[in-house]
């Protein structure tokens, strides 16, 4: 059995309250001994080099893999220098091997602006990497969901051609799940075939129209929450969980 710890939209801002809530949320996640902790986008809420700072200190010094991506909210190249240690402001895209199974991580943020898209480059970084570990079960990730979730707030602001995405999941049958975040909310649909599992916000928990008529549809009140992916026999099942 394999357990996945999925993080998302922390939203470092400067703010004491939600490096709180970012810092609770990852200590959880931490203390369940996940296989590893994913963590898909909107590390920090203006992409400054100071935010990211902060969000080094609170993924660093512990021994449970991570990997991560950017969301609508970062900056690639201050992520790079600050977390990666790397330059250039190209799409951070990250593999993470495990022994049981492959995730794959993809930058589908476009520099300026809310919404997402995998560009070419993307796609076939994600194409090469699924080929390289036929066989062995893969959760391909991004920041924005590929489908409209129900929220028009956040459907407005999705993956746009994600049709380029589905065909290369079709050349793939290892690939087993997609993972989201971006939405701040836990939601669970299906994609090219495969489950699509967004996971919660951190920060805040966006609302569907029938639960409320406030522009932005977020309520800032309810907790933090992750979402826990466990792969066993073949099969994921999702659980999610508040943060305490």
């Not at 994600?162 to 989201?180: D, Q, S």
């Not at 836990?186 to 699509?196: D, I, R, S, V, Y």
Request: charged residues 20%.
């Amino acid at each position: 059995m394999l357990v996945l710890a999925h993080v998302s939209d922390i939203h470092i801002d400067g703010s004491e309250r939600n490096t709180s809530r970012a810092a609770r949320a990852l200590t959880y996640a931490r203390s369940l001994r996940p296989d590893a902790i994913v963590l898909t986008g909107d590390l920090a809420d203006h992409g400054t080099t100071e935010e990211y700072e902060t969000v080094r200190e609170l993924i660093a010094g512990d021994d449970v893999p991570l990997v991560l991506c950017p969301g609508n909210h970062d900056a690639r190249g201050d992520l790079r220098k600050v977390l990666l240690e790397q330059d250039g402001d190209h799409p951070v895209n990250q593999a993470l091997n495990l022994d049981h199974a492959t995730i794959a991580l993809c930058d589908s943020s476009i520099p300026g602006r809310p919404e997402g898209a995998l560009d070419d480059d993307t796609l076939a970084w994600l194409d090469s990497v699924l080929a390289a570990t036929p066989g062995v079960p893969a959760f391909v990730g991004m920041h924005h969901p590929p489908v409209a979730l129900g929220i028009p707030y956040v459907d407005g602001i999705r993956l746009g051609r994600p049709e380029g995405l589905a065909e290369v999941l079709g050349r793939h049958p290892h690939a087993i799940a997609v993972l989201a975040g971006h939405a701040h909310t836990a939601a669970a649909t299906t994609f090219a075939g495969l489950p699509l599992l967004v996971a919660p916000g951190v920060v805040s928990t966006a609302l569907l129209p029938s639960e409320t008529s406030a522009h932005p549809p977020v309520d800032r009140d309810l907790p933090p929450a992750i979402a826990l992916h466990v792969l066993d026999d073949g099969r994921v099942t999702t659980h999610f969980r508040p943060v305490p």
